[in-house]
């Protein structure tokens, strides 16, 4: 992505975050920059002094880039439920890092180790559970292959950790590209 359209991005984001978290409508926004009208799956990762504050995303979308990143942007900032009880507020704004994780099409895995840790992420499904781990948690967190998956199933899906070796599970894999913005 061109340094102008992850400009764009950025800017749109803390403005949709700003007026989140004032409990302000979120303000329009429209964009021509070409790579920002692809409808694909993104996430919003938002965290202060390197503590996570609230990640939102989508596997797919049916509108521009550029409108999912401002929904989502606010979407992380107040209705993360990890964080119902300790939003992030009016004087955090300012130390907020934006990470944004544009997504490729979800590719499903016949073999559930059958990814490379770092540059793939999973989303593990059975019936009404879910879970998902971006391609950066398995770096930050240094797990191994099998940890990635239990940690994905137990924490994330609430499944129990060894579900992803039983047959019933979808499991998929994609890459992104992140940005991030550092405050």
Request: charge should be negative.
């Amino acid at each position: 992505m061109e340094e102008q359209a992850k400009r764009i991005l950025f800017d749109i984001a803390r403005k949709s975050i700003r007026a989140a978290i004032k409990q302000e409508p979120n303000p329009p926004v429209s964009c021509s920059h070409p790579d920002l009208q692809e409808k694909l799956g993104v996430f919003v990762t938002l965290r202060t002094r390197g503590q996570l504050r609230g990640c939102i995303g989508r596997f797919q979308s049916d509108m521009p880039l550029y409108q999912s990143v401002s929904e989502l942007s606010a979407a992380s900032a107040t209705d993360d439920p990890r964080f119902e009880f300790h939003r992030i507020t009016p004087s955090e704004l300012d130390q907020l890092d934006i990470e944004i994780s544009v997504l490729s099409p979800l590719k499903q895995m016949d073999n559930p180790l059958d990814f490379e840790l770092g540059k793939h992420g999973i989303y593990i499904k059975k019936g009404f559970s879910a879970g998902c781990f971006l391609p950066q948690v398995a770096t930050e967190t240094g797990w191994s292959k099998e940890e990635f998956l239990s940690a994905c199933c137990s924490h994330k899906a609430g499944l129990s950790a060894d579900a992803w070796k039983h047959k019933d599970i979808e499991m998929y894999s994609f890459t992104t590209e992140a940005i991030e913005e550092k405050k």
